[in-house]
């Protein structure tokens, strides 16, 4: 069993805002968002966070009454079907596992540039070497159970948020570069470059940015009156995070002209890095380290987040029964560690000597948000169907368990088919065919290994029952047997009172 009571409202919130990471957000989707939607890239984070506001609240409500590790595996299992709860298990584990493996690739990027920094030669053996550092140090404390997870993540959110907050005021006070003045038009689509279009690809990196709220509700078990924390840890964190990561984005904006802006965006490495040298010249290193603190720190957060989801699965039969297995001593989900740390050693490399490391970092994060999306899309079908008793209760229930997660599904499908299916395919194969391909064959995996389980639990539930109706045929049979035992007995007694008479 995980650890009960283990976590209160801030262990709780404090994983979710790591997840989120401030840091590692601008550090790593400005690039790509100012690539897409230009100055745009606040439009495209404000969107975002209206798009998730609704599979927020399904999040909160659904948890507070269906607390439970496994969250969209449980709630679609009990809503809809075993069948249908197993996928969506699946669809999960890879939406936190990917996430997880992106962290490696990020951690091995600002290694390389620190490396160069400091002088020394920096090219893809660097950025292995930093791949490895990227999985081993988080490791050592994920294994090692809950409670320091959480301990280390906090430490590591507040020097990167500092530094963060300090970065972009000096962009503010020292800036608008160019002559450009500061305004409200990068919340305007007409500072997208290419108007929609161009919103719409950026807004698979702003859904990323608010991914991992929800790995909060991963807590469930592990958290002090997880019913009312849970839910006040998910709203929470990401209210304070909308926040803080539109004005950071905004101010990253005015950090130079848009030409250069777009020609780093569009470069081989992090453009954080290069904005920084502009500002703080040799004092960019801290960029450097936090991108790396933030990495580790999102690397906990989504370790634990995809293990807790692997482990209710195999408690509950969806996957191998190794992966519900807990140690005894840390109380963590052992062997479903191994699998997330495996992938998140083997993947950045493959990708990262196959491309480039950065162009691995943009795979992966574009790859990762259609599984965020396909998990958020059925937490609402959760709270529609869940709550379906509750609907017509009163209008604020109307508006719960109807309206919000009604426009939820809306949101997050049709996101899903506009910018995977539509603007990715266009944009070959490299950082969108590719992408497409990777995911549906993905789910489609997913579909087999549902079969391949739900195959195993009818043969399964065929032998016990022939097992039960064997032990119930010996019963029958021995007492068939000891009735016919007592007949023969009272026959001879009756013979021998005739032979006396």
């Known amino acids: 069993m995980l650890k009960a009571n283990t976590l209160g409202l801030l262990g709780a919130a404090t994983l979710g ?99 160069a920094a400091a002088g020394l030669p920096s090219g893809f053996a660097t950025y292995a070497l930093g791949v490895l550092f990227g999985s081993l140090i988080p490791a050592s404390i994920v294994y090692r159970g809950i409670a320091p997870s959480t301990k280390g993540a906090l430490a590591l959110l507040v020097v990167e948020t500092a530094i963060v907050v300090a970065l972009c005021i000096t962009v503010i006070v020292a800036s608008p570069l160019g002559g450009s003045k500061l305004s409200g038009a990068g919340f305007h689509v007409a500072a997208s470059p290419d108007g929609v279009p161009g919103l719409f690809k950026s807004l698979v990196f702003g859904m990323l940015g608010f991914c991992g709220f929800d790995v909060i509700s991963t807590l469930s078990e592990e958290t002090r009156m997880a019913r009312k924390l849970i839910p006040q840890a998910t709203l929470l964190s990401l209210l304070i995070y909308g926040g803080f990561i539109i004005g950071g984005i905004y101010c990253l904006t005015y950090a130079d002209t848009p030409l250069r802006l777009h020609a780093l965006a569009n470069g081989s490495g992090m453009p954080i890095t290069q904005i920084s040298k502009v500002y703080w010249g040799r004092g960019s290193i801290l960029i ?60 950045p490399l493959l990708v990262g000597a196959l491309a480039s490391p950065y162009t691995a970092f943009v795979w992966f994060c574009t790859t990762t948000t259609y599984f965020a999306m396909i998990t958020y899309l059925l937490v609402n079908v959760a709270n529609l169907v869940l ?52 995911d549906a064959g993905c789910s489609f995996l997913a579909v087999l290994a549902v079969l391949a389980t739900s195959a195993a639990t009818r043969r399964e539930k065929l032998r016990r029952a022939a097992s039960t109706s064997g032990g119930a045929s010996g019963s029958a049979h021995a007492a068939f047997g000891a009735v016919e035992t007592q007949l023969a007995q009272a026959l001879q007694e009756r013979r021998v ?5």
């Open 288 to 347: 450097v380290i936090t991108g790396l603190t933030a990495a580790l720190g999102i690397s906990i957060a989504c370790a634990v987040g995809a293990s807790r989801v692997l482990f209710s699965m195999g408690r509950a039969g969806f996957a191998p029964k190794l992966f519900g297995q807990v140690h005894e001593r840390f109380g963590v989900p052992w062997h479903a560690l191994h699998v997330i740390f495996t992938a998140g050693l083997l993947g």
């Open 387 to 438: 709550n379906r008793a509750r609907t017509f209760e009163s209008a604020t229930s109307f508006l719960l368990y109807a309206v919000v997660p009604s426009v939820g599904v809306g949101v997050d499908g049709y996101i899903l088919v506009r910018t995977f299916f539509i603007e990715l395919w266009q944009q070959g194969w490299a950082t969108g065919q590719s992408v497409i391909a990777f």
């Open 17 to 115: 805002m790591v997840m989120l990471s401030p840091a590692m957000t601008l550090y790593g989707t400005f690039g790509p968002t100012f690539s897409a939607a230009g100055n745009a890239a606040p439009l495209a984070f404000c969107l975002a966070l209206l798009a998730t506001a609704p599979t927020a609240l399904s999040y909160a409500l659904v948890a507070r009454d269906h607390p439970s590790s496994g969250v969209v595996s449980t709630w679609i299992a009990r809503a809809i079907s075993p069948a249908l709860g197993a996928w969506a298990g699946w669809m999960a584990f890879l939406y936190y596992a990917l996430n997880f493996v992106i962290m490696p690739v990020s951690f091995g990027l600002f290694f390389t540039d620190l490396t």
């Open 497 to 501: 009172r005739d032979a006396k008479q």
